[in-house]
Each structure stands twice: as C-alpha cells, then as structure tokens.
C-alpha cells in the first residue's frame, strides 16, 4: 500500500483500516484508490464516499475546474 500523498502537489485518495484495540492506531491500512497524477492546484477535487447495506463501496470523484472571469 502506499501512504497518503506529501509534497508535490494533492490528490484524493481512499483507504480502508481497522482500528486497533485500545482505539489509537489504525491497523492493517490499505490503500483502495489513490488519484495520480497529483495536481499542483489548490483547487478542490471533491468526492463522496458511500458504502450500501450490502457492503458495497463507491467512491464518486469532482472535478477541478478554472474560473473564467
């Protein structure tokens, strides 16, 4: 798996994980989907997370958008 993204820009990424025993760690943390490349922007690239009753998960991706003025 690989960690959430540092330096180079931002990008949307998801992960599942269990949380330890005694609540202070997550464990076994694996990474299901991680956006590349990532982006030099500070716009906001928005997602939504939903996991139905049958365990079902999806992951709904925004997009960046420039402003025209």
């Known amino acids: 798996s690989e960690p959430a993204p540092k330096g ?3 990008s949307t990424a998801l992960a599942s994980a269990t ?3 005694d609540a202070a760690a ?3 943390v ?3 989907f991680s956006q590349r490349p ?3 922007s500070q716009l906001h690239f928005g997602c939504r997370i ?3 009753p049958d365990g079902h998960l999806f992951l709904t991706l925004g997009e960046r958008y420039g402003r025209k003025e």
């Open 30 to 32: 694996k990474v299901l």
């Open 38 to 40: 990532k982006v030099a």
């Open 50 to 52: 939903v996991q139905t």
């Open 26 to 28: 997550l464990q076994d």
């Open 8 to 10: 180079g820009g931002n």
């Open 19 to 21: 949380l330890a025993p």
